[in-house]
Nanobody, 117 residues
Framework: VQLQASGGGLVQAGGSLRLSCQAS????????MGWFRQAPGEEREFVAS????????EYADSVKDRFAISRDIRAKTLYLQMNNLQPEDTAIYYC???????????WGQGTQFTVSS
């Protein structure tokens, strides 16, 4: 699976932004798609995931009341709607995929946004 993330930029605290991840290559039915982020000087961390065929979702505790992950099956696109953004959300955001029993082994190039206070 090849992944291409987009949607970064600059947003003020309290604002909203939507990231997109365009997938290509294999059919996505057997995959779990996810978003991760890496802030400056920090380790990459899990943000949210979406089981492509079943629609199961998971969120990191830090975002679950503010972010929403979704997908467009026909467009093979994964989205991350982010609301009430805070400066600590500033990071490079990556989309990734794995099979149900696999590891996160396909990564997009990352898209960066900054939340100004």
């Amino acid at each position: 699976v090849q992944l291409q993330a987009s949607g970064g930029g600059l947003v003020q605290a309290g604002g909203s932004l939507r990231l997109s991840c365009q997938a290509s290559g294999r059919a996505l039915g057997p995959y779990i798609m996810g978003w991760f982020r890496q802030a400056p000087g920090e380790e990459r961390e899990f943000v949210a995931s979406f089981t492509w065929s079943r629609g199961d979702v998971e969120y990191a505790d830090s975002v679950k009341d503010r972010f929403a992950i979704s997908r467009d099956i026909r467009a093979k696109t994964l989205y991350l709607q982010m609301n009430n953004l805070q400066p600590e959300d500033t990071a490079i955001y990556y989309c990734a995929s794995k099979t149900y029993r696999g590891t996160w082994d396909s990564w997009g190039q990352g898209t960066q946004f900054t939340v100004s206070s």
